[in-house]
Protein backbone atom coordinates (compact mmCIF):
# COMPACT_ATOMS: atom_id res chain seq x y z
CA UNK A 1 0.00 0.00 0.00
CA UNK A 2 0.90 3.70 -0.20
CA UNK A 3 2.30 3.36 3.29
CA UNK A 4 5.28 1.04 2.28
CA UNK A 5 6.90 4.08 0.15
CA UNK A 6 5.52 6.85 1.99
CA UNK A 7 7.82 6.12 5.38
CA UNK A 8 10.66 6.13 2.88
CA UNK A 9 9.82 10.04 1.67
CA UNK A 10 10.97 13.03 3.25
CA UNK A 11 8.20 15.36 4.71
CA UNK A 12 7.88 18.63 4.23
CA UNK A 13 4.89 20.60 6.18
CA UNK A 14 3.72 22.95 2.77
CA UNK A 15 0.34 24.22 3.31
CA UNK A 16 0.58 25.20 7.17
CA UNK A 17 1.46 23.80 10.44
CA UNK A 18 1.87 20.52 10.86
CA UNK A 19 0.77 19.94 14.13
CA UNK A 20 -2.78 22.02 13.24
CA UNK A 21 -4.99 19.30 12.62
CA UNK A 22 -7.38 21.20 10.44
CA UNK A 23 -4.75 22.15 7.96
CA UNK A 24 -3.75 19.68 4.96
CA UNK A 25 -0.16 18.35 5.41
CA UNK A 26 1.70 17.44 2.46
CA UNK A 27 4.58 14.67 2.23
CA UNK A 28 6.97 15.28 -1.47
CA UNK A 29 9.56 11.89 -2.13
CA UNK A 30 11.14 9.86 -4.45
CA UNK A 31 13.08 6.87 -5.63
CA UNK A 32 15.26 6.11 -8.42
CA UNK A 33 17.50 3.07 -9.83
CA UNK A 34 20.44 3.99 -11.76
CA UNK A 35 21.41 0.16 -13.13
CA UNK A 36 23.78 -1.66 -15.72
CA UNK A 37 23.10 -5.15 -17.13
CA UNK A 38 25.04 -7.04 -18.93
CA UNK A 39 24.53 -10.64 -20.96
CA UNK A 40 26.49 -13.08 -22.28
CA UNK A 41 23.77 -14.15 -24.84
CA UNK A 42 24.07 -12.44 -28.14
CA UNK A 43 21.04 -14.49 -30.02
CA UNK A 44 18.38 -12.31 -27.44
CA UNK A 45 17.59 -9.75 -24.82
CA UNK A 46 17.42 -9.55 -20.95
CA UNK A 47 14.91 -7.39 -19.77
CA UNK A 48 13.02 -7.57 -16.18
CA UNK A 49 9.31 -7.39 -17.52
CA UNK A 50 7.92 -7.76 -21.29
CA UNK A 51 6.57 -4.21 -20.69
CA UNK A 52 10.15 -2.71 -20.44
CA UNK A 53 12.49 -2.97 -23.10
CA UNK A 54 15.55 -4.43 -21.69
CA UNK A 55 18.36 -4.38 -24.63
CA UNK A 56 21.31 -6.65 -22.65
CA UNK A 57 22.61 -8.67 -24.93
CA UNK A 58 22.06 -9.03 -28.57
CA UNK A 59 21.32 -4.51 -28.91
CA UNK A 60 24.04 -3.76 -26.21
CA UNK A 61 27.01 -5.34 -24.43
CA UNK A 62 25.73 -3.20 -21.31
CA UNK A 63 22.50 -1.81 -21.06
CA UNK A 64 21.34 0.60 -18.91
CA UNK A 65 17.61 0.29 -19.76
CA UNK A 66 16.58 -3.07 -17.69
CA UNK A 67 16.25 -1.86 -14.51
CA UNK A 68 17.10 2.00 -14.20
CA UNK A 69 13.86 3.99 -13.50
CA UNK A 70 13.13 7.13 -11.17
CA UNK A 71 10.01 7.86 -9.72
CA UNK A 72 8.90 11.30 -7.54
CA UNK A 73 5.67 10.66 -4.88
CA UNK A 74 3.30 13.52 -3.36
CA UNK A 75 0.70 12.98 -0.94
CA UNK A 76 -1.87 15.26 1.32
CA UNK A 77 -3.53 14.39 4.30
CA UNK A 78 -6.15 16.59 4.31
CA UNK A 79 -7.62 15.76 7.86
CA UNK A 80 -8.36 12.56 9.75
CA UNK A 81 -9.94 10.91 6.91
CA UNK A 82 -9.61 12.18 4.02
CA UNK A 83 -5.64 11.77 1.78
CA UNK A 84 -4.97 11.30 -1.52
CA UNK A 85 -1.31 10.21 -3.20
CA UNK A 86 0.26 10.77 -6.82
CA UNK A 87 3.32 9.06 -7.77
CA UNK A 88 4.84 9.39 -11.30
CA UNK A 89 7.61 6.65 -12.69
CA UNK A 90 9.83 7.01 -15.42
CA UNK A 91 11.50 4.23 -17.14
CA UNK A 92 12.16 2.17 -20.31
CA UNK A 93 9.35 2.02 -22.63
CA UNK A 94 9.20 -0.45 -25.63
CA UNK A 95 9.17 2.89 -27.58
CA UNK A 96 13.13 3.06 -26.54
CA UNK A 97 11.30 6.68 -24.36
CA UNK A 98 11.23 7.56 -20.96
CA UNK A 99 8.04 9.10 -20.80
CA UNK A 100 7.11 9.69 -17.43
CA UNK A 101 3.67 7.54 -16.63
CA UNK A 102 1.22 8.17 -13.54
CA UNK A 103 1.59 4.91 -11.63
CA UNK A 104 -0.75 6.05 -8.26
CA UNK A 105 -3.33 8.38 -8.54
CA UNK A 106 -6.00 7.63 -5.42
CA UNK A 107 -7.80 9.37 -3.14
CA UNK A 108 -8.72 7.56 0.49
CA UNK A 109 -11.22 7.78 2.39
CA UNK A 110 -10.96 6.00 6.21
CA UNK A 111 -14.47 5.17 6.82
CA UNK A 112 -12.83 3.60 10.60
CA UNK A 113 -9.23 3.81 12.17
CA UNK A 114 -9.45 -0.02 10.74
CA UNK A 115 -11.70 0.51 7.08
CA UNK A 116 -10.37 2.42 4.11
CA UNK A 117 -11.93 3.23 0.64
CA UNK A 118 -9.24 3.92 -2.24
CA UNK A 119 -10.54 5.54 -5.58
CA UNK A 120 -8.64 6.28 -8.62
CA UNK A 121 -5.44 4.43 -10.18
CA UNK A 122 -4.06 1.34 -7.39
CA UNK A 123 -1.22 -0.61 -6.92
CA UNK A 124 -2.36 -3.92 -7.34
CA UNK A 125 -1.26 -6.62 -4.00
CA UNK A 126 -0.54 -9.32 -5.64
CA UNK A 127 2.89 -10.00 -4.71
CA UNK A 128 4.78 -9.67 -1.50
CA UNK A 129 6.45 -6.83 -3.36
CA UNK A 130 3.31 -5.68 -4.89
CA UNK A 131 2.88 -2.40 -3.73
CA UNK A 132 6.36 -0.92 -4.17
CA UNK A 133 7.99 -3.49 -6.73
CA UNK A 134 9.66 -0.39 -8.75
CA UNK A 135 11.30 1.15 -5.29
CA UNK A 136 14.74 -1.19 -5.99
CA UNK A 137 15.78 0.26 -2.47
CA UNK A 138 12.92 -1.46 -0.38
CA UNK A 139 13.82 -4.74 -2.09
CA UNK A 140 17.22 -6.82 -1.28
CA UNK A 141 17.69 -7.84 -4.80
CA UNK A 142 18.72 -5.49 -8.14
CA UNK A 143 15.02 -6.26 -9.28
CA UNK A 144 12.52 -8.95 -8.31
CA UNK A 145 12.49 -12.30 -9.79
CA UNK A 146 11.65 -12.05 -13.56
CA UNK A 147 10.13 -15.50 -13.44
CA UNK A 148 7.31 -14.41 -11.14
CA UNK A 149 7.25 -10.69 -11.23
CA UNK A 150 7.53 -10.58 -15.33
CA UNK A 151 4.91 -12.45 -15.12
CA UNK A 152 2.42 -10.34 -14.23
CA UNK A 153 4.13 -7.09 -15.44
CA UNK A 154 0.87 -4.87 -14.78
CA UNK A 155 1.46 -2.96 -11.34
CA UNK A 156 -1.44 -1.25 -11.01
CA UNK A 157 -5.26 -1.14 -12.09
CA UNK A 158 -8.49 1.83 -12.17
CA UNK A 159 -10.73 1.45 -10.14
CA UNK A 160 -11.49 1.18 -6.55
CA UNK A 161 -10.90 -1.39 -3.22
CA UNK A 162 -11.77 -1.23 0.55
CA UNK A 163 -8.87 -2.41 3.17
CA UNK A 164 -10.15 -3.52 7.06
CA UNK A 165 -6.96 -4.34 9.50
CA UNK A 166 -8.23 -6.58 11.99
CA UNK A 167 -6.57 -8.92 14.60
CA UNK A 168 -6.89 -12.56 15.80
CA UNK A 169 -4.73 -12.56 18.95
CA UNK A 170 -1.43 -10.78 18.89
CA UNK A 171 -1.59 -11.62 14.75
CA UNK A 172 -2.30 -8.90 12.75
CA UNK A 173 -4.74 -8.83 9.50
CA UNK A 174 -5.25 -6.85 6.46
CA UNK A 175 -7.79 -7.52 4.14
CA UNK A 176 -8.06 -5.81 0.96
CA UNK A 177 -10.82 -6.32 -2.21
CA UNK A 178 -10.01 -4.22 -5.28
CA UNK A 179 -12.13 -4.20 -8.50
CA UNK A 180 -10.88 -2.05 -11.97
CA UNK A 181 -9.22 -2.23 -15.32
CA UNK A 182 -6.24 -1.63 -16.77
CA UNK A 183 -5.39 -0.19 -20.06
CA UNK A 184 -1.74 -0.54 -21.47
CA UNK A 185 -0.42 0.24 -24.85
CA UNK A 186 2.62 -2.24 -26.17
CA UNK A 187 2.68 -0.36 -29.60
CA UNK A 188 0.52 1.51 -32.25
CA UNK A 189 -0.86 -1.39 -33.29
CA UNK A 190 -0.91 -3.66 -29.97
CA UNK A 191 -2.40 -2.89 -26.60
CA UNK A 192 -3.50 -4.87 -23.57
CA UNK A 193 -6.77 -4.76 -21.74
CA UNK A 194 -7.86 -5.91 -18.50
CA UNK A 195 -11.67 -5.47 -18.19
CA UNK A 196 -13.71 -6.59 -15.14
CA UNK A 197 -10.97 -7.10 -13.02
CA UNK A 198 -11.21 -7.73 -9.61
CA UNK A 199 -9.42 -9.37 -6.44
CA UNK A 200 -8.95 -10.15 -3.21
CA UNK A 201 -5.06 -9.90 -1.11
CA UNK A 202 -4.72 -10.94 2.67
CA UNK A 203 -1.00 -10.42 4.44
CA UNK A 204 -0.77 -11.12 7.95
CA UNK A 205 2.00 -10.55 10.18
CA UNK A 206 3.46 -11.83 13.55
CA UNK A 207 6.29 -10.73 14.93
CA UNK A 208 8.98 -11.20 12.29
CA UNK A 209 6.82 -13.30 9.89
CA UNK A 210 4.80 -12.02 6.89
CA UNK A 211 2.17 -13.61 4.71
CA UNK A 212 0.21 -12.95 1.81
CA UNK A 213 -2.41 -14.64 -0.09
CA UNK A 214 -3.76 -13.10 -2.89
CA UNK A 215 -5.69 -13.81 -6.38
CA UNK A 216 -7.15 -12.16 -9.05
CA UNK A 217 -9.08 -12.56 -11.98
CA UNK A 218 -9.90 -10.45 -15.33
CA UNK A 219 -11.53 -10.59 -18.91
CA UNK A 220 -7.93 -10.08 -20.91
CA UNK A 221 -7.40 -9.23 -24.01
CA UNK A 222 -3.94 -8.38 -25.84
CA UNK A 223 -3.55 -8.25 -29.74
CA UNK A 224 -0.15 -8.95 -30.24
CA UNK A 225 -0.34 -11.48 -32.57
CA UNK A 226 -3.11 -10.65 -34.49
CA UNK A 227 -1.81 -11.18 -38.02
CA UNK A 228 -1.57 -14.88 -37.30
CA UNK A 229 -4.54 -14.95 -35.91
CA UNK A 230 -6.29 -13.63 -38.81
CA UNK A 231 -4.49 -15.68 -40.87
CA UNK A 232 -5.23 -19.48 -39.17
CA UNK A 233 -8.90 -17.99 -39.49
CA UNK A 234 -8.45 -18.78 -43.33
CA UNK A 235 -8.23 -22.18 -43.00
CA UNK A 236 -11.67 -23.17 -41.79
CA UNK A 237 -12.75 -25.08 -38.93
CA UNK A 238 -9.18 -26.14 -38.05
CA UNK A 239 -7.50 -22.75 -37.85
CA UNK A 240 -10.68 -21.36 -35.91
CA UNK A 241 -10.24 -24.26 -33.28
CA UNK A 242 -6.56 -22.96 -33.03
CA UNK A 243 -7.71 -19.85 -32.80
CA UNK A 244 -10.30 -20.21 -30.28
CA UNK A 245 -7.25 -21.84 -27.96
CA UNK A 246 -4.48 -19.52 -28.19
CA UNK A 247 -5.72 -16.18 -29.71
CA UNK A 248 -6.33 -13.83 -26.13
CA UNK A 249 -9.13 -11.60 -27.20
CA UNK A 250 -11.95 -11.55 -24.12
CA UNK A 251 -11.19 -13.98 -22.04
CA UNK A 252 -11.07 -15.07 -18.35
CA UNK A 253 -7.70 -14.82 -16.75
CA UNK A 254 -6.52 -15.56 -13.66
CA UNK A 255 -3.53 -15.43 -11.04
CA UNK A 256 -3.21 -17.00 -7.78
CA UNK A 257 -0.72 -15.96 -5.66
CA UNK A 258 1.16 -16.80 -2.01
CA UNK A 259 4.78 -15.80 0.12
CA UNK A 260 6.01 -15.07 2.92
CA UNK A 261 8.94 -12.91 4.54
CA UNK A 262 10.38 -13.75 7.67
CA UNK A 263 13.16 -11.02 9.00
CA UNK A 264 14.33 -10.99 12.41
CA UNK A 265 16.81 -8.35 11.90
CA UNK A 266 19.94 -10.42 11.02
CA UNK A 267 18.90 -12.43 8.24
CA UNK A 268 15.74 -13.03 6.00
CA UNK A 269 14.26 -15.39 4.21
CA UNK A 270 11.71 -15.18 1.98
CA UNK A 271 9.90 -17.37 -1.00
CA UNK A 272 6.46 -16.85 -3.56
CA UNK A 273 4.87 -18.97 -5.85
CA UNK A 274 1.88 -17.70 -7.73
CA UNK A 275 0.21 -19.41 -10.83
CA UNK A 276 -1.12 -17.41 -14.18
CA UNK A 277 -4.02 -19.02 -16.81
CA UNK A 278 -4.46 -16.53 -19.57
CA UNK A 279 -6.23 -20.06 -21.65
CA UNK A 280 -3.96 -18.30 -24.50
CA UNK A 281 -0.94 -17.96 -25.95
CA UNK A 282 0.41 -16.44 -22.97
CA UNK A 283 -0.06 -19.74 -21.21
CA UNK A 284 -0.90 -21.36 -17.88
CA UNK A 285 2.24 -21.38 -15.91
CA UNK A 286 3.53 -21.68 -12.43
CA UNK A 287 6.34 -19.44 -10.93
CA UNK A 288 8.25 -18.77 -7.52
CA UNK A 289 11.24 -18.17 -5.76
CA UNK A 290 13.01 -18.85 -2.64
CA UNK A 291 15.73 -16.32 -1.27
CA UNK A 292 18.14 -16.01 1.59
CA UNK A 293 20.55 -13.55 3.10
CA UNK A 294 22.20 -11.89 6.14
CA UNK A 295 23.25 -9.03 7.12
CA UNK A 296 26.58 -7.78 8.55
CA UNK A 297 26.94 -4.54 9.31
CA UNK A 298 26.17 -2.94 5.81
CA UNK A 299 27.02 -5.51 3.88
CA UNK A 300 23.78 -8.21 2.89
CA UNK A 301 25.08 -11.19 0.74
CA UNK A 302 21.93 -13.24 -0.35
CA UNK A 303 21.17 -16.05 -3.04
CA UNK A 304 18.01 -16.06 -4.79
CA UNK A 305 16.75 -19.48 -6.78
CA UNK A 306 13.56 -18.65 -9.32
CA UNK A 307 11.95 -20.93 -11.31
CA UNK A 308 8.86 -20.88 -14.31
CA UNK A 309 7.21 -24.27 -15.32
CA UNK A 310 4.57 -24.44 -17.94
CA UNK A 311 1.13 -26.60 -17.19
CA UNK A 312 0.64 -27.10 -21.00
CA UNK A 313 1.81 -27.66 -24.01
CA UNK A 314 4.39 -25.36 -25.62
CA UNK A 315 4.84 -27.02 -28.65
CA UNK A 316 2.05 -28.09 -31.21
CA UNK A 317 1.34 -29.22 -34.56
CA UNK A 318 -0.73 -27.04 -35.34
CA UNK A 319 -2.49 -26.99 -39.08
CA UNK A 320 -2.44 -30.32 -40.58
CA UNK A 321 -1.11 -29.40 -44.26
CA UNK A 322 -1.51 -32.85 -45.81
CA UNK A 323 -4.29 -31.62 -47.96
CA UNK A 324 -3.21 -28.35 -48.71
CA UNK A 325 -1.78 -27.13 -52.28
CA UNK A 326 1.56 -26.17 -52.50
CA UNK A 327 1.16 -22.47 -51.92
CA UNK A 328 -1.45 -22.98 -48.93
CA UNK A 329 0.92 -25.27 -47.89
CA UNK A 330 4.00 -22.96 -47.31
CA UNK A 331 1.44 -20.15 -45.81
CA UNK A 332 0.29 -22.65 -43.43
CA UNK A 333 3.95 -24.13 -42.40
CA UNK A 334 4.36 -20.43 -41.61
CA UNK A 335 1.76 -19.79 -39.60
CA UNK A 336 2.41 -23.14 -37.43
CA UNK A 337 6.32 -21.47 -37.28
CA UNK A 338 4.72 -18.62 -35.44
CA UNK A 339 2.42 -20.24 -33.32
CA UNK A 340 4.85 -22.35 -31.94
CA UNK A 341 6.82 -19.28 -31.23
CA UNK A 342 4.85 -17.72 -28.70
CA UNK A 343 4.58 -21.02 -27.28
CA UNK A 344 8.36 -20.86 -26.52
CA UNK A 345 8.00 -17.71 -25.23
CA UNK A 346 5.63 -19.29 -22.03
CA UNK A 347 8.63 -19.51 -20.01
CA UNK A 348 10.47 -22.68 -18.88
CA UNK A 349 13.22 -21.33 -17.00
CA UNK A 350 15.17 -21.61 -13.67
CA UNK A 351 17.67 -18.90 -12.02
CA UNK A 352 20.53 -19.20 -9.45
CA UNK A 353 21.81 -15.72 -8.40
CA UNK A 354 24.28 -14.61 -6.00
CA UNK A 355 24.48 -11.09 -4.90
CA UNK A 356 25.50 -8.49 -2.45
CA UNK A 357 23.90 -5.59 -1.09
CA UNK A 358 26.02 -2.63 0.38
CA UNK A 359 23.97 -0.05 2.03
CA UNK A 360 26.93 2.39 1.97
CA UNK A 361 24.79 5.95 2.79
CA UNK A 362 21.31 6.42 4.86
CA UNK A 363 19.14 6.23 1.67
CA UNK A 364 21.53 4.77 -0.44
CA UNK A 365 21.92 1.14 -1.71
CA UNK A 366 24.74 -0.66 -3.74
CA UNK A 367 24.20 -3.77 -5.54
CA UNK A 368 26.06 -5.98 -7.34
CA UNK A 369 24.67 -9.24 -8.35
CA UNK A 370 25.22 -12.83 -10.91
CA UNK A 371 22.87 -14.75 -12.03
CA UNK A 372 22.92 -17.98 -14.39
CA UNK A 373 19.49 -17.93 -16.18
CA UNK A 374 18.78 -21.29 -18.19
CA UNK A 375 15.83 -21.81 -20.54
CA UNK A 376 14.74 -25.21 -20.84
CA UNK A 377 13.43 -27.33 -23.47
CA UNK A 378 12.75 -24.87 -26.72
CA UNK A 379 11.54 -22.12 -24.42
CA UNK A 380 13.31 -18.86 -25.13
CA UNK A 381 12.07 -17.96 -21.45
CA UNK A 382 11.87 -14.25 -20.44
CA UNK A 383 14.61 -13.39 -23.18
CA UNK A 384 13.13 -11.30 -25.83
CA UNK A 385 14.70 -10.12 -29.69
CA UNK A 386 14.92 -13.71 -30.12
CA UNK A 387 17.03 -14.34 -32.99
CA UNK A 388 17.50 -17.53 -35.02
CA UNK A 389 20.63 -18.63 -33.59
CA UNK A 390 19.28 -18.73 -30.21
CA UNK A 391 19.63 -22.12 -28.21
CA UNK A 392 17.47 -23.30 -25.75
CA UNK A 393 18.89 -25.18 -22.84
CA UNK A 394 22.04 -23.05 -23.08
CA UNK A 395 22.99 -21.16 -19.35
CA UNK A 396 23.25 -17.70 -19.42
CA UNK A 397 24.93 -15.46 -17.98
CA UNK A 398 23.53 -12.00 -16.28
CA UNK A 399 25.49 -9.29 -14.32
CA UNK A 400 24.41 -6.37 -12.78
CA UNK A 401 24.86 -3.45 -10.92
CA UNK A 402 22.93 -1.21 -9.01
CA UNK A 403 22.19 2.37 -6.93
CA UNK A 404 19.39 2.50 -5.64
CA UNK A 405 17.87 5.74 -3.51
CA UNK A 406 15.20 7.03 -1.88
CA UNK A 407 14.66 10.92 -1.09
Not at 316 to 321: A, F, R, T, Y
Request: include cysteine; aromatic fraction near 10%.
Amino acid sequence: MAASLLMLSCSAALAGDAADDDMPRWTLGGFGTLGVAHSNEDQADFTSNALVRGDAGASRRWSVGVDSRVGSQASVEIDRQWSAVLQVVSERTLDNGYRPAVEWAYVQYKVTPDLSLRLGRIALPLFLAGDYRKAGYTVPWVRTPVELYGAIPLASSDGVDASYRWQSGEINHVTQAFLGHADLTLSPVAHVRARRLAGLSNTTTAGALTLRASMLTSMLTVDLAQPLFDGLRAYGDEGEALVRRYELADKRAYVASLGFSYDPGTWFAMGEIGRLNSRSYLGDKSAGYLSVGYRHRNLTPYLVYSASHPNMQTQVDGLDLSQQTAARSAAGAQLNAGLNQLLAAVARQYTVGVGVRWDLHPNYALKLQYDRVTPQQGSTGTFINVQPGFRSGQPIAVLSAALDFVF
